[in-house]
């Protein structure tokens, strides 16, 4: 029987190797270090050059196709879930920015500019992107509304079949790389003395992080059991198959039979059920949201970067719609992020790939978060459906759609 590592054991794997060889290589050997720095300047690069790609790739098909069926349904579901992931993002910059420096020690060496310490690779490589992360996104609206507006299927399905190849893109070569870059991340950062204090940054937040999922899944049950006078921990309760399976599978689409099941185990209205279960599978992240947020604080805190609601709110508000539709693949939402903390928040190069290691360390609890929340929404939409006249027009578009 064949060994299958999972992303995660490979990522813990990368790091341990990472480490242990930037640790023993001697001054004179340091060739090999810049061996594996060169790999990540040329693989950093080309995922730069990736990133406007992947966030037309995601956003355009996902807007379209949110511009088709259940008027109404489809806007209140999309609300809805957007205002979660804002809320999410909201809630982890408060705790973290308020947290991290009781429990995150600064250090004062070098932790203003971590590059000076860093080895440099054998050459400089540079592969230019075709335009910036904010024309991009604005490019990725104007052609989305556009195929909804106009409801072209022949423009829909090219934007679909453009986002399979970046899905595949981001399958057979980014994430299959992603531990050779992180190894070399690693390498480098302990053979120039940094890797303590990373190490005591992924335990600390990663710790937070759960806290935070777990918090805002009590305030997204609080609501739809206030709204629906059913008790909220009875129907978190009934969820947990969801996040369970999600820990395993890490992919929200790849949960939504059982996602789907249990929402339906909540009493929740089967034609409602049917259809926003997999509609927010790909736009509602709240638990992303709050890992990438948290990690986001985390690094900018350690690297003594100007830091404020004013700053970080920008970016919460970009990634609700950048993380769009990103792929069923594990890592998808990070890397459809990338371009935010670039541009947004200021991040380098190295920042980015800690952004990565972080994520990837825990993106299995961040789907299930999402998925778990799905469940919330979709009892919140029952109460609309049930005791409003707010979707009183979409009863037979929704079967349809069913």
Known sequence: MKLRIGLLGRIIIAIAFGILLGSIVPESQNWIVRTFVTFNTVFGQFLGFAIPLIILAFIIPGIGELGKGAGKLVGLTALIAYASTIIAGTLAYFAT?????????????GAENPEEALLKGFMEFEIPPVFGVMTALILAFVIGIGIAAIESKRSLDLAMDFRDIIELLI?????????????????????????????????????????????????????????NKENPFKLLKTMMPAYFTAIGTQSSAATIPVTLRQAKLNNTDEGVANFVIPLSATIHLSGSTITLTSVGVALMYLNGMPMSYAIVLPFILALGVTMIAAPGVPGGAVMASLGLFGSILGFDATMQSLVIALYLAQDSFGTATNVTGDGAIAKIIHYFKHNTKLLDNTSSKQEDIA
Do not use: C, D, W
Request: glycine content about 6%; proline content about 4%; charged content about 5%.
């Open 97 to 109: 920015s308020n947290l991290f420096p009781q429990i995150l020690t600064r250090s004062t060496t």
């Open 171 to 227: 399958s057979k070569v980014i994430i299959p790389l992603l531990p050779i870059h992180i190894a070399g991340i690693f390498m480098n950062m302990t053979y120039a003395g940094q890797v303590a204090e990373i190490l005591s940054v992924f335990s600390l937040v990663f710790v937070t992080i759960i806290v935070l999922h777990l918090t805002m899944l009590m305030i997204q049950y609080s609501i739809a059991g206030g709204l």
